[in-house]
């Protein structure tokens, strides 16, 4: 019988070898631990799009970072996360003052807010700067975006922990709270600023377009697998666990693009829990419907 150890190592080789590769670990973990069960309540609040759209409309905050102090951190961040929480806050105002679909209304906003970063970034910089702002390079994490991923993703648990049964109630019966005056405004709020914060470190890592992969896909797959929120959370924090690991390996191993390696690997993972899942997966869907059809 072969020694599993040639695998192990094979495994463990890039992470013990290569500090850049920890680094990238590490910051790929915390931001998959602590921005999946963000995606878990986006995906029962059916504002999985919202995400998307916010990740996106935080480009043009960040190329105006960018543009002031290149590339720096803390502007690019804080540009980000002002130019996000902007477009959740006008398109909110859009849909209360005219009635038009949330959804919409974050739609419209993003596009805009996508179209004026791509120009103000192509229009000061070259198509380096506006690929690394697009797509990121989780490879070149360095210590200081290292530090802030985890802290956003550590004080995401923490208020995710804190507030957990009234967010729950507001994703299911929003109303309720309101009638009760238990602070339903505030924890939708709270959910779109923790959605905001763990993009701006997102996109730092996995670039714009990349970054609210670990948080949708892995909490989309773990519908599949779960039915209360609790283990959605644990199955959706696993996946994005797998993602990162598996698509850093390929990385490494192939030489794919560090970032869509690990969203494509949750991809995969989400695939898998469509045909497979023991929740509505396809499989089981049929095997049910065969054995009521033979009854």
């Given at each position: 019988m072969e020694s599993p150890w040639p695998a192990l190592q094979g495994l463990i080789l890039p992470f013990a070898e290569f500090p850049f590769m920890r680094r990238a670990l590490v910051a790929s973990l915390a931001l998959g631990i602590g921005s999946a069960p963000l995606g878990v309540f986006m995906v029962l609040r059916r504002m999985s799009l919202m995400g998307d759209a916010m990740a996106h409309a935080l480009l043009p905050g960040a190329a105006l970072g960018f543009m002031v102090a290149g590339f720096s951190l803390t502007a690019m961040s804080l540009g980000g996360f002002a130019a996000a929480l902007l477009v959740a806050v006008l398109a909110g105002a859009v849909t209360r003052s005219t009635g038009q679909r949330e959804d919409a209304s974050f739609a419209a906003f993003y596009l805009i807010a996508l179209a004026l970063g791509v120009l103000m970034?192509?229009?000061?910089?070259?198509?380096?700067?506006?690929?690394?702002?697009?797509?990121?390079?989780?490879?070149?994490?360095?210590?200081?975006?290292?530090?802030?991923?985890?802290g956003v993703s550590s004080v995401t648990l923490l208020l995710v922990a804190l507030c957990f049964r009234p967010m729950v109630v507001e994703s299911f019966d929003p109303g309720f709270l309101r009638a009760v005056k238990g602070g339903g405004a505030a924890m939708h709020t709270l959910l779109l600023v923790l959605t905001v914060a763990n993009l701006v470190v997102g996109f730092q890592a996995m670039g714009t377009l990349m970054a609210v992969g670990l948080m949708m896909l892995p909490a989309t797959a773990a519908r599949f697998w779960a039915g209360q929120v609790v283990t959605?959370?644990?199955?959706?924090?696993?996946?994005?666990?797998?993602?990162?690991?598996?698509?850093?390996?390929?990385?490494?191993?192939?030489?794919?693009?560090?970032?869509?390696?690990?969203?494509?690997?949750?991809?995969?993972?989400?695939a898998l829990s469509v045909f497979f899942g023991a929740r509505e997966g396809l499989l089981w869907v049929w095997l049910r419907q065969r054995l009521h059809r033979e009854a």
């Open positions: 970034i192509s229009s000061s910089g070259n198509s380096v700067d506006l690929m690394h702002v697009l797509f990121g390079s989780i490879l070149a994490v360095d210590e200081p975006a290292l530090l802030l991923i985890a959605m959370m644990a199955a959706a924090m696993l996946m994005a666990v797998v993602s990162a690991l598996g698509g850093l390996l390929l990385s490494f191993h192939v030489r794919w693009p560090s970032g869509p390696a690990i969203v494509l690997v949750a991809g995969a993972l989400y």
